[in-house]
């Protein structure tokens, strides 16, 4: 027969080159506060890094989420994105905005209708945006997938030998194409969704532009915002903070 879960659903979405192995410091907290916890892989990555063939686009990505909620018949999620996919769960939040309790990014994009990975950016010009799609391709030697970066780049000090390598084992090659496909809304984007950013500030991700949309967040009305101490990925470097965070807003 069915069963109706009480737990309140929380839905968490890791970025680029990760998997949903990078929220395993921050699943048990949440857990352990009376939610129902999913990671989903994206289709490409992680332990879906197989699935290389046809390259994963953006759609593909939204998809993987929208089927995770649907097939799970979630209502009054938390739906969480980090980084890239802030990408990902704006264009869930579009497809099935009536299931959607909050939107939380953690250092991530918020866009537009019409925008990519490179366009976000707030105050993005046209010109600039094309910039930053060159710069995207050259960093896939194949035209395909993405390296990954070094686990400096999202906030691993050097010195933590033991975090660096347990990261490095971990990444996976990215897909370009989920950078450089527009997000097209079907549904009005997520207006009438309360939100919630978290960027961080040690350091500040100002190369993605994420300092600017906190800054957005920061003007009200759907938006809340906060801040953490750390380097980008605060699920690794700052569990208890980040579930605390993820939770302050909806009574957990």
Known sequence: MPHSD?????????????????????????EARGC??????????????HLREPVPSLETHIEDVVRVIEAHELEDVVLVG???AGMVVTGAADRLKGRIRR??????????????????VPGTTAEQAERRRAA?????????WIPP????????????AETTAWLERRLT?????????PLRFVDGGTAGIPKTYIVCTA??????????HAQEARSGGEWICREIACGHDTMILRPVETADLVLEDVGR
């Open 6 to 30: 009480p737990r309140l659903p929380v839905v968490l979405v890791h970025g680029a080159w990760h998997g949903a192995w990078c929220w395993d410091r921050v699943r048990p907290i949440i």
């Open 149 to 160: 970066m070094p686990p400096a780049t999202v906030g691993i000090d050097p010195s933590d």
């Open 82 to 84: 980090h980084s890239y």
């Open 136 to 144: 995207y391709r050259s960093f896939a030697p194949d035209g395909a």
């Open 203 to 212: 350091p500040p991700t100002d190369l993605m532009g994420y300092p600017l």
């Open 103 to 120: 939107l939380v990014y953690i250092d991530a994009a918020v866009p537009r209708d019409g925008d990519d990975f490179a366009s976000h």
């Open 173 to 181: 090659p990215h897909p370009l194409r989920t950078w450089l496909d």
């Open 36 to 49: 129902r916890v999913l990671t989903p892989t994206l289709t490409g990555v992680g332990e879906r890094a």
